[in-house]
């Protein structure tokens, strides 16, 4: 990986740890199926909340995680539960998307071509920072390999 491509994806780091990456209240109702009106309730009962709340007529602003809790609360819609059920459950499972969090923010070092795969660089495999380990997928499946540093 060049240096050019380890400042994009260090960039790209910086903006999701600072929740930077926001989007509007019509983009979020497109990308999650989820009606602009049905959104407005939902920060009204404090399920979802906008990024920057500020004046009354501001434009409503969402970070990436409130994107991806409105998909899991409407997928959770979808099978039938309650919204009180939907935001409980999707409030319990917060721990696990922050740990996903961290670990992109933490482990992600990039992506090569090994062995005429593009490969994900999760970083150093042993303490003694001998060996690295990646992943790649291949019809639809995950596969893992560690290599020896150079």
């Known amino acids: 990986m060049n240096n050019q491509d380890k400042a994009l ?14 989007i ?9 199926g989820v009606s602009q009106t049905q959104l407005r ?5 404090d399920y979802i909340h906008r ?7 501001v434009a409503h602003r ?3 995680g409130t994107l991806m809790r409105v998909h899991f609360i409407k997928t959770l819609l979808d099978e039938g539960f309650t919204l009180a ?10 721990n696990q ?11 992600f ?15 150093y495999f042993d303490e003694a920072h001998e060996q690295k380990l990646y992943c790649f997928i291949q019809d639809e499946q995950v596969h893992y390999r560690v290599y020896p540093v150079k």
């Open 9 to 22: 994806i260090e960039k790209l780091k910086r903006q999701i740890d600072k929740h930077q990456f926001t």
């Open 24 to 32: 509007g209240i019509s983009d979020l109702a497109k990308m999650t």
């Open 97 to 107: 998307i922050e740990m996903m969090r961290i670990f992109m923010m933490t482990a």
């Open 62 to 64: 969402y970070s990436y």
């Open 109 to 123: 070092q990039g992506v090569e071509e090994r062995d005429g795969h593009h490969m994900i660089d999760l970083g």
């Open 41 to 45: 309730y939902w920060e009204q009962k």
């Open 51 to 57: 990024s920057k709340a500020g004046e009354k007529n």
């Open 85 to 94: 059920a939907a935001a409980a459950r999707a409030d319990a499972h917060s």
